[in-house]
């Protein structure tokens, strides 16, 4: 899809050689009866007689009308111009053109419109229009080929945002397209060579690290995942160098299971098929890297993917099991289900190299946090109070929301465990933030925050799928940072000074760990 803005009245916009019009239109404007162009004057009469209302999500719908250029006109209203009421709009506005197989469309926005609200109408139009096509032997392609906005005012602000909502959408149907294809088309290797797809252009690098390596590195839980699975695991390491080497970078680690049975903690047969979205978080990192490589923001982002299938096996890594992490801490794995925090513990670690002004973990991390906080809010855990409220500020801003959870040292009370320095699962309780907790525990060396996209990256039921979050989110907060001089604040060598250092590695026990081998 393709966008393009110009300045128009509406009365020019109706002139357009396009197939359909969706004009968007706020609460506020109150349409003149004599209006100088004939949508005007039908939203008024519409009003009239009560078919229309000023409330987000209403549609008037008109069809080959006289001095309209265009066969669909359909007018929705946007309410107060929130990013929700955005979304409604879009959504109804399009329901209406939906059979209408239109290629070329004309957004009009009404009214004094900011940026963002160009850049929320552009991204909920590309996710009503999406189509997941990949394994499908008769694909029905995208209609929807070019959008062209409109405004009666436009500065470089709103140009600018067009561009941002192109890569926006960009990056966030490139996470679709990984986190839907079935397991089975989306390996580690397969991630892997996605990640190198991504990594094109000379401001980028990607480096994939194989088992021998990440042996040889001592990711120990990392390695402990993956020793039942028959593919071999992969830890893919971007890199985006926007500014200068000097400046600390932003890194992102995605959770890359890219299928969870549970191990031999399996999980019941209903709904299984849905842990193949496990590496939602991979597949958000890597439709960052992919819009960062249409905006090339001023700034340095590290990218980080732990990939392997978790799965029941002769070889599987057993409950009780004690295995020592890249950090030296030994960890028992009570539940092989709690597998996630198994691989982001030693990528956290791994983190630690690349002496980051912030470290922002991604991952489907437990169905705690679906029943907390559902499909609406990413749960957000973070120790450092700067980090945590520009991400909260960059998720309303996108309109892709996410809640900051708690803390507590209290809440890390049932991760104690006799055979090792830390269990991988508490109780039952407040499951969501004793995971964030377990993972606090591999990040004490850098600002640190963890997004929780358990309820957010996919949907489920009839409308089955990917979302693409929280790329929207880690997308605006990149370009927040970039464009704010002062990035001061959360840097790596005013936080050390302060936190405590972690047990380092010890080879002694890294060596005395049994392994099951498996062939790389
Ligand atoms: N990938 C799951 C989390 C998940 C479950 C996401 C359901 C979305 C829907 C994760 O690996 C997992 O299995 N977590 C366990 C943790 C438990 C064993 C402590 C869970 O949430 O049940
Ligand atoms: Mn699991
Ligand atoms: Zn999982």
Do not use: W
């Given at each position: 899809m393709n966008f393009q803005i110009e300045k128009l009245s509406l009365s020019a916009a109706i002139?357009?050689?396009?197939d359909a019009l969706l004009v968007l239109w706020p609460s506020q404007v109150t349409p003149n009866?004599?209006?100088?162009?004939p949508v005007t004057r039908w939203v008024a009469t519409a009003l009239e007689q009560g078919?229309?209302?000023?409330?987000?999500g209403a549609v008037l719908s008109l069809y080959?009308?006289?001095?309209?250029?265009?066969?669909h006109l359909v007018v929705v209203c946007t309410g107060d111009n929130q990013p929700a009421q955005i979304r409604s709009a879009v959504q109804s506005g399009w329901g209406a053109l939906k059979?209408?197989?239109?290629?070329h469309l004309g957004l009009h926005v009404v009214g004094?419109?900011?940026p963002q609200v160009l850049q929320s109408a552009l991204s909920h139009l590309a996710d009503a229009t999406y189509a997941y096509t990949t394994?499908?032997?008769?694909p029905k392609a995208r209609v929807l080929k070019q959008v062209r906005v409109s405004a009666e005012k436009v500065t470089e602000a709103h140009a600018s945002s067009v561009r941002h909502a192109q890569a926006l959408i960009a990056g966030v149907e490139l996470a679709k397209e990984w986190a839907n294809r079935p397991a089975n088309h989306a390996t580690p290797s397969h991630l892997a060579q996605a990640a190198k797809g991504v990594a094109t252009g000379r401001a980028f690098k990607c480096e994939v690290l194989g088992p021998k390596e990440v042996a040889k590195l001592g990711m120990g839980a990392f390695m402990a995942v993956a020793q039942g699975a028959a593919e071999p695991l992969r830890f893919i390491v971007l890199r985006y160098s926007g500014?200068?080497?000097s400046q600390a970078p932003v890194v992102l680690v995605g959770k890359?299971?890219?299928?969870?049975?549970?191990?031999?903690?399996i999980k019941p047969?209903?709904?299984?098929?849905?842990?193949?979205?496990?590496m939602g978080g991979a597949a958000s990192v890597l439709g960052v890297f992919k819009a960062l490589s249409q905006l090339k923001p001023k700034i340095n982002v590290v990218g980080l993917i732990p990939a392997t299938e978790n799965m029941p096996d002769g070889l599987a890594v057993k409950p009780g099991d004690v295995v020592t992490s890249m950090s030296g801490q030994t960890i028992?794995?009570?539940?092989?289900?709690?597998?996630g925090r198994l691989v982001l513990c030693d990528a956290l670690t791994y983190a630690e190299r690349f002496k980051p002004q912030a470290v922002i973990d991604i991952a489907t991390l437990t169905g705690a946090c679906v029943i907390a906080l559902g499909a609406v809010r990413s749960g957000l855990f973070s120790s450092h109070d700067a980090l945590a409220h520009a991400l909260e500020q960059a998720g309303e801003v996108s309109g892709d929301l996410c809640w900051r959870m708690p803390l507590d040292d209290?809440?890390?009370?049932?991760?104690?465990?006799r055979f090792a320095d830390v269990a991988n699962v508490a109780g039952r309780q407040a499951g969501s933030v004793t995971a964030a907790k377990f993972l606090q525990r591999f990040a004490k060396r850098f600002a640190w925050a963890h997004l929780d996209i358990a309820g957010t990256a996919w949907r489920s039921g009839?409308?089955?799928?990917?979302?693409?979050?929280p790329v929207g989110l880690l997308l605006q907060y990149l370009t927040d940072l970039a464009s704010k001089?002062?990035?001061?604040?959360?840097s790596a060598a005013k936080k050390s000074k302060t936190a405590k250092p972690a047990p380092r590695t010890r080879k002694s026990l890294v060596k005395a760990q049994p392994t099951a081998v498996r062939k790389a």
């Open positions: 002139q357009g050689p396009l009866a004599l209006g100088h162009d078919d229309f209302e000023l409330k987000a080959c009308q006289p001095g309209i250029s265009q066969r059979s209408a197989k239109v290629k004094d419109a900011s394994t499908l032997s008769q500014a200068s080497a890359g299971i890219t299928f969870d049975t549970g191990g031999i903690s047969a209903p709904e299984m098929d849905e842990m193949k979205y496990d028992e794995i009570l539940n092989t289900d709690a597998e209290d809440y890390a009370e049932g991760l104690k465990s009839a409308a089955k799928g990917a979302t693409g979050r001089t002062d990035v001061a604040d959360l």
